[in-house]
Each structure stands twice: as structure tokens, then as C-alpha cells.
T-cell receptor, first 113, second 111 residues
Framework: SQTIHQWPATLVQPVGSPLSLECTVE??????LYWYRQAAGRGLQLLFY??????ISSEVPQNLSASRPQDRQFILSSKKLLLSDSGFYLC????????????FGPGTRLTVT | SQQGEEDPQALSIQEGENATMNCSYK?????LQWYRQNSGRGLVHLIL?????REKHSGRLRVTLDTSKKSSSLLITASRAADTASYFC???????????FGTGTRLLVSP
């Protein structure tokens, strides 16, 4: 069976500090990978998606970047956090060539102070 | 950007009652999916309905799709306190499998 891991679960960072959130998927190969952000009480905003190693598409211009150094590893980064980067960050994966069902990780609650 | 709009934004019912949530979207779709999110957790896929389907069932869930009105509904029958969560619709357009999420309905089921 497939499993998706995200860490850390919670993070409190000062403005201007760097960020690195990691997501890994087990039990599948060549998954599509996604990073979402969810503001309090809101829906999900797609930030980045990847169809393969080193292939990253950005949906929203912002202070964040993503990388996929390995097939089942997806990393969300920032060089300098802004207050507006606070939120709930979710990683998800889907199988290539399917109807698009996505499977989500447990999320990371980021608070920028 | 968010394509779907859920209605109502919040719904409060008693155990045993049925809960109906509606979703409207703007563009042509390949399929529409419903997800559930417990507070502070990741989303869980509930059910998928394709653009050429009009109704689908899964356990206590019933989903309808009206592509002419660009709308869908999710019915949860005989609700339980454990159904308390936020429910989101998400559409998949033709092409790459990106999900576009609605704003969600917060469901509270009281014992």
C-alpha cells in the first residue's frame, strides 16, 4: 500500500528565516506530486506540482520554491519567510494517467512570527 | 484560483438526519471529486464522478452531477457525529490532472 509522509507537523519560524518542508511517498513509482496551501477556514490553493524528477510547475508567483530531487521526494522551500506565508501546507500525490484522485499527507502547520 | 463554490458554507444537523451539500463550478470538467477534511488534518478522497455520469453511490454517500448546470451535490444519509468535518468538491479539467478546489462546507453533526 502507498503512504505519504510530511514533516514537520508544526513549525514556528520568525520572519526572514528559511523554510524547508519535506514530503515523501512510499509504495508507488513516478507519482505526480503536489504542494497546496490552505488558509484558515478556506479551500486549498495549488502552489506547485511535479510530473517527474526535476520537473516543477509553479501555479502562483510567490516567496516559495519547490524541488523534486528524487522520484518520491518533494520539498517546499523559502529563503526568507514572510508573515503571509503562514498557513497549513499539504502535500499530495496521484498516479500518472489516472482520473486524478489525489492522496494527501497529514499537513504542516506553519506559523511565521 | 478556486473554481468551485460550495453551499452552504456551514451546516449543523442532528445524528440520523441527512446532510446535503452543493457545489457549483465554472468550466467544462473531466470529473468532479469530493473530499473530506477533519480539523487540522489532510484531505481524504471520498468519491469521484465522471462528466458522463449523473449519479454515483458509495455506502452512505450519494453524489449527483448536472453538467448542464455545472453543479454537483453530495448527500450523506443517516449522519453520524463522526461525519463532522469539512467537505470539499474539486474539479479536474481536461489535460493534466490538477484539482481545483471549492471553498468547502463545514458540517457539524450533533449527537
Amino acid at each position: 500500500s502507498q503512504t505519504i509522509h510530511q514533516w514537520p507537523a508544526t513549525l514556528v519560524q520568525p520572519v526572514g528565516s528559511p523554510l524547508s518542508l519535506e514530503c515523501t511517498v512510499e509504495g508507488t513509482s513516478n507519482p505526480n506530486l503536489y504542494w497546496y496551501r490552505q488558509a484558515a477556514g478556506r479551500g486549498l490553493q495549488l502552489l506547485f506540482y511535479s510530473v517527474g524528477i526535476g520537473q516543477i510547475s509553479s501555479e502562483v508567483p510567490q516567496n516559495l520554491s519547490a524541488s523534486r530531487p528524487q522520484d518520491r521526494q518533494f520539498i517546499l522551500s523559502s529563503k526568507k519567510l514572510l508573515l503571509s506565508d503562514s498557513g497549513f501546507y499539504l502535500c499530495a500525490w496521484s498516479r500518472t494517467g489516472t482520473s486524478g484522485e489525489q492522496y494527501f499527507g497529514p499537513g504542516t502547520r506553519l506559523t511565521v512570527t | 484560483s478556486q473554481q468551485g463554490e460550495e453551499d452552504p458554507q456551514a451546516l449543523s444537523i442532528q445524528e440520523g438526519e441527512n446532510a446535503t451539500m452543493n457545489c457549483s463550478y465554472k468550466t467544462s470538467i473531466n470529473n468532479l471529486q469530493w473530499y473530506r477534511q477533519n480539523s487540522g488534518r489532510g484531505l481524504v478522497h471520498l468519491i469521484l464522478i465522471r462528466s458522463n455520469e449523473r449519479e454515483k453511490h458509495s455506502g452512505r454517500l450519494r453524489v449527483t452531477l448536472d453538467t448542464s448546470k455545472k453543479s454537483s451535490s453530495l448527500l450523506i444519509t443517516a449522519s453520524r457525529a463522526a461525519d463532522t468535518a469539512s467537505y470539499f468538491c474539486a474539479t479536474v479539467n481536461t489535460g493534466f490532472q490538477k484539482l481545483v478546489f471549492g471553498t468547502g462546507t463545514r458540517l457539524l453533526v450533533s449527537p
